[in-house]
């Protein structure tokens, strides 16, 4: 067993996971890694050195090079990056290439604990993690939350076009050979497409706090 206690939240996209992933690190004083992010600057990088994110060498290339300090860089946050994203996160050897810096910051988060979000972290990268949910909702549901959101940051696009990015990212991170997108077996499911980011967390909590509680009694005494 490791120290580290890990909560492991993956999700479908704009499903609110990354949001929960948060306010449950500051809940419980744990560290927080966006493995999402992660993805996203290898795709980043694929495009700024002129590649396409389907070129399997370009994107490995990219991936063994990336540097985890800038995840939190705005040029990651648009859907062209997404995009790209979910077509280089389907190459193995990208995938094999941030599995260690994942299970490191698992291992070692300087907390007592991390909660990691993206699509396999419950699965394959911290199959053993001492809570995981699974977070979903209703295909329109997240779209419109996401046109929301990229409408607040000043980046209007049209709803459908939204709707319709979403649906092939999900479709071809639920039918890549690795590590495609599902729930782990032991995974509590979150539906939020009726709930506010508020009671989703509250659900949240609800479903991990007792998971959360038993792991730190076991490492006390252990
Ligand atoms: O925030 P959102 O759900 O829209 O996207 P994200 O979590 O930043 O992930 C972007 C893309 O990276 C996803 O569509 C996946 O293809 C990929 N990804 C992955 O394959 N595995 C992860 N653990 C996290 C993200």
């Known amino acids: 067993m490791r120290d580290s206690i890990v909560i492991a939240v993956d999700g479908t996209a704009a499903s609110g996971k990354g949001t929960l992933a948060v306010r449950l690190a500051d809940q419980f004083g744990f560290a927080h890694l966006d493995s999402g992010a992660l993805y ?6 694929v495009l700024r050195a002129g590649h396409h994110p389907a070129d399997e060498p370009g994107a490995v290339a990219a991936a063994v090079a990336i540097d985890p300090a800038s995840i939190n860089s705005d040029a990651l946050r648009t859907d062209e990056i997404a995009e790209a ?3 280089v996160a389907a190459f ?3 995938r094999a290439a941030l599995l260690g810096y994942q299970r490191n910051f698992a291992d070692n988060p300087g907390r007592m604990g991390a909660v ?3 699509r396999d972290i419950g699965t394959v990268v911290c199959p053993g993690a001492d809570a995981k949910l699974f977070v979903d909702a209703r295909v329109e549901v997240r779209a419109h939350r996401r046109w929301r959101e990229l409408e607040q940051s000043g980046r209007p696009v049209s709803e459908a076009a939204v709707l319709a990015d979403i649906r092939a990212r999900d479709e071809r991170d639920r ?9 782990a077996p032991d995974a509590f499911l979150l539906d939020t497409s009726e709930l506010d980011i508020d009671a989703a967390f509250v659900a949240a909590l609800a479903l991990v706090k007792p ?3 038993e792991a730190l009694r076991t490492r006390r005494r252990g």
């Open 40 to 45: 996203r600057l290898v795709a980043l990088n």
């Open 175 to 183: 039918t890549r050979p690795t590590a495609p997108l599902r729930p």
């Open 116 to 118: 990691i979000d993206g």
């Open 211 to 213: 998971r959360v509680e």
């Open 92 to 94: 193995p050897r990208v």
């Open 85 to 87: 994203a979910s077509i």
